[in-house]
Antibody
Framework: QVQLVESGGGVVQPGRSLRLSCAAS????????MHWVRQAPGKGLEWVAV????????YYADSVKGRFTISRDNSKNTLYLQMNSLRAEDTAVYYC??????WGQGTLVTVSS | DIQMTQSPSTLSASVGDRVTITCRAS??????LAWYQQKPGKAPKLLIY???SLESGVPSRFSGSGSGTEFTLTISSLQPDDFATYYC?????????FGQGTKVEIK
């Protein structure tokens, strides 16, 4: 069945880096553009970034531009989010998503000293 | 960027009630609108896409309508499993945006 499984979250100090992964299965990953969406504790959903199906285009929310990088490896059916210069306000559950695919469970990133 | 405004932020209702949630876009998004349901500790679940198309497996008591800048999600007869938070989302642009959410509470 279609599945997205996020991993790589954890507790990290402000200013440090973290890389999230999203393993895809059950569908032709290389045919889909993919997004990262995050949700801070008790808050709403915030779109973070998108990457084209072939990696040729990438776009970011202003809140993460210049700090986060979205990438993918279609040979591994995996989506990534490299997060640098992390701030307390980046604390959230991060989901990989595409419109008509069931979302994964997310991975929690906590930025705290 | 396209802004999405949902109303109300909170809604108190009883089992069996008809419930309507409104979402307004800051510019026309044609019918490129989705509605999600989210329960505490869970990922969002797609209910409606393309403004009015029901996702497979979603009960028919959920319906969506609208186009351009004004959209509604209607639950025809609220069930105990429907108490949750609902989000609209535009995908007219690859830069998605979400409404702030509507929490449906038990009256």
């Amino acid at each position: 069945q279609v599945q997205l499984v996020e991993s790589g979250g954890g507790v990290v100090q402000p200013g440090r880096s973290l890389r999230l992964s999203c393993a895809a299965s059950g569908f032709t990953f290389s045919s889909y553009g993919m997004h990262w969406v995050r949700q801070a504790p008790g808050k709403g959903l915030e779109w973070v970034a998108v990457i084209w199906y072939d990696g040729s285009n990438k776009y970011y929310a202003d809140s993460v531009k210049g700090r986060f990088t979205i990438s993918r490896d279609n040979s591994k059916n995996t989506l990534y989010l490299q997060m640098n210069s992390l701030r307390a306000e980046d604390t959230a559950v991060y989901y990989c998503a595409e419109l008509q695919l069931p979302w994964g469970q997310g991975t929690l990133v906590t930025v705290s000293s | 960027d396209i802004q999405m405004t949902q109303s109300p932020s909170t809604l108190s209702a009883s089992v069996g009630d008809r419930v309507t949630i409104t979402c307004r876009a800051s510019q026309s998004i044609s019918s490129w609108l989705a509605w999600y349901q989210q329960k505490p500790g869970k990922a969002p679940k797609l209910l409606i896409y393309k403004a009015s198309s029901l996702e497979s497996g979603v009960p028919s008591r959920f319906s969506g309508s609208g186009s351009g800048t004004e959209f509604t999600l209607t639950i025809s007869s609220l069930q105990p499993d429907d108490f949750a938070t609902y989000y609209c989302q535009q995908y007219n642009s690859y830069l998605w945006t979400f409404g702030q959410g509507t929490k449906v509470e038990i009256k």
